[in-house]
């Protein structure tokens, strides 16, 4: 049976009458199809149908039916099977731009030009040369981290923070990471390019990158002092705390034996550096090895200006110059010695003794010449005469005598009950006065004591007066080193000040400390009455050796 399709406006329009068999529709885009027949020999007789396959429906009513397409394919957006696209729902082509390929109408090749990446021209158009590492320090190693070769693990190298303390944490450095890459896991690693989006505000555009001593650091304009390694790290391009980047480009420093044309592995102390063209290598060399002697030694050249030509001698000094122009420098024979002698024509000033002579009851000795020896005498009944006057006579010997006294001035002491309690002393002085004498400055006015200055026999006396009360005792003594020397140990006076004095004769040493102590047993505090130069006091006067 012949059928006529009529498509209009998105439908389609079957205009015969078929007696039997199906009508199948299997693909609509848009619209509806309506079919149309008479009653006798329709589709709706037995053996003919219209059967729609998914995603399309059949309706029939009254002999009409209606077919359509399934709500989720009326969209604009849905799938298609690949047999119909309307047009402007599709991508009708597919261009590559270098380095990617694409070819094919209906199936499309998309590829990567590989001599794009490994050619000539590669090198040109990259911007970063970065290699694809892994960490396995066992912490998380920040972005902008300086990284060194530790290992290699598969077909990836092992990375660890670089240092500039060491030549293994130094010598290797890598790059620095273009990521934070946590332990165990994979990363990137800048050895040439722009690494952005750091923070670089503690510097200046310019300014050069050095590898720093603190693992992963990095260091800006100056690299760490020697013995640090120096490792340039790159420069930088942009200021910013948070949009800083840096130009990589890391130049491992080296070590000296490690030039290709220097052999200096393990030296010693005092070494140098020796060219040699038996080996055409700078080679290291000791001193004397090297054909230069430890002490005395010629030099081969001598820049002018920067060493001594000639050396004169100016009597008494004598200059002489061998054959080898060693130059000896020294004395005439007559200054030589510790003892010599002076031309009297040589001494017109100074401070010095022309002559010396005898006064009354001396008798002097000895030529008026240089290196005489004069010898001064006093005649022994000039010494022993009982008429004899001596004015200001000072004796430092084993019988010298030395006074000391030393008293209190003006305040009062308050003493407590029954304690032994160090009087305060204040006034010595060096010259003679009424109350006070200490022409040796044997008085220590912080201390309150007396130090002895020369061994011998002393008198040694002490005197205090306590103000008005008729309680208890009253005890004045006298300490050497802190211990008892002499005493006394009275009533209190009935009325009036009660008044102590004690003496005692002592053998005291060098250095001997000499103090004044006093005990009150009124009951309550205690002043002491000062009359200045008089009581309190304490003195002491050598009587003998």
């Keep these: ?22 009508i199948q529709v299997s693909t609509l885009t848009v ?12 589709f709706g007789t037995a053996g003919g149908a219209i059967i729609g396959t998914s995603p399309i429906s059949v309706a029939t009513a009254a002999g009409t039916s209606t077919i359509s397409l399934n709500a ?119 050895e040439a390019g722009y690494l952005t989006d750091i923070d670089t505000s503690a510097t200046t555009a310019g300014a050069a990158v050095w590898l720093g001593n603190t693992p992963g650091s990095l260091v800006f ?4 002092a020697e013995p640090s390694h120096a490792v340039y790290l790159g420069v930088v391009v ?92 020294g004395l005439s024979a007559s200054y030589a010695s510790d003892v010599h002698t002076h031309a009297t024509s040589s001494i017109t000033s100074g401070n010095f003794v022309a002559t010396l002579a005898a006064g009354t009851g001396v008798t002097v000795t000895g030529a008026d010449a240089n290196a005489a020896a004069k010898t001064v005498s006093i005649g022994q009944a000039v010494a022993t005469s009982s008429d004899v006057t001596f004015n200001d006579l000072n004796i430092n010997g084993d019988n010298s005598f030395w006074a000391v006294r030393a008293s209190v001035a003006s305040a009062a002491q308050s003493l407590t009950n029954n304690t032994s309690t160090t009087i305060l002393l204040d006034t010595a002085s060096t010259t003679p006065t009424t109350g006070t004498y200490d022409p040796k400055s044997w008085f220590n006015n912080a201390n309150d004591r007396i130090a002895v200055g020369q061994a011998g026999f002393y008198c040694v006396t002490a005197n205090i007066a306590f103000a008005a009360n ?23 006076a009935p009325a009036g000040s009660t008044i102590l004095s004690v003496s005692t004769n002592l053998y005291l040493a060098a250095n001997d400390l000499v103090t004044m102590t006093a005990l009150q047993q009124s009951g309550g505090a205690l002043n002491t009455a000062v009359v200045a130069g008089v009581y309190p006091a304490l003195s002491l006067g050598r009587i003998g050796a």
């Design 1 to 22: 049976m012949d059928w006529a399709l009529q498509i209009s406006d998105g439908s389609v329009v079957i205009t015969e009458t078929p007696t039997t068999g199906n």
């Design 31 to 42: 619209g509806d199809i309506v079919l149309t027949g008479t009653a006798s020999g329709d």
């Design 72 to 190: 989720n394919y009326s969209t604009t957006s849905h799938l298609h099977d690949g047999t119909y696209q309307p047009f402007g729902t599709y991508i009708t082509s597919i261009t590559g731009a270098a380095p990617i390929t694409a070819s094919g109408t209906t199936a499309i090749t998309v590829g990567i030009d590989q001599s794009a990446i490994t050619g000539a021209t590669a090198a040109t158009n990259a911007q970063v040369v970065r290699f694809f590492v892994k960490n396995t320090t066992g912490t998380t190693i920040p972005k902008g981290s300086a990284v060194y070769v530790s290992g290699a693990t598969g077909d990836n190298a092992l990375i660890s923070l670089a240092s500039a303390t060491s030549e293994a944490s130094s010598s290797k450095t890598l790059g620095i990471t273009a990521e934070a890459i946590a332990t165990d896991a994979f990363g990137y690693v800048i």
């Design 221 to 224: 304009v100056t690299p760490p």
């Design 238 to 329: 942009r200021v910013q705390s948070n949009n800083g980047s840096i130009l990589v480009k890391v130049q491992n420093g080296y070590e000296l034996d490690e030039l290709h044309d220097v052999s200096a592995a393990s030296p010693s102390d005092g070494d140098i550096i020796q060219y040699k063209t038996s080996s055409s290598l700078w080679t290291k060399s000791s001193i004397s090895s090297a054909g230069i002697a430890a002490s005395v030694h010629t030099h081969p050249y001598q820049a002018a200006g920067t060493y001594i030509t000639a050396v004169n001698g100016t009597a008494p000094i004598t200059a002489s110059t061998d054959t080898a122009g060693v130059v000896t420098v």
């Design 470 to 492: 008729a309680t208890g005792r009253r005890t004045l003594t006298i300490a050497v080193n802190g211990a008892d020397a002499g005493s006394v140990n009275v009533l209190a």
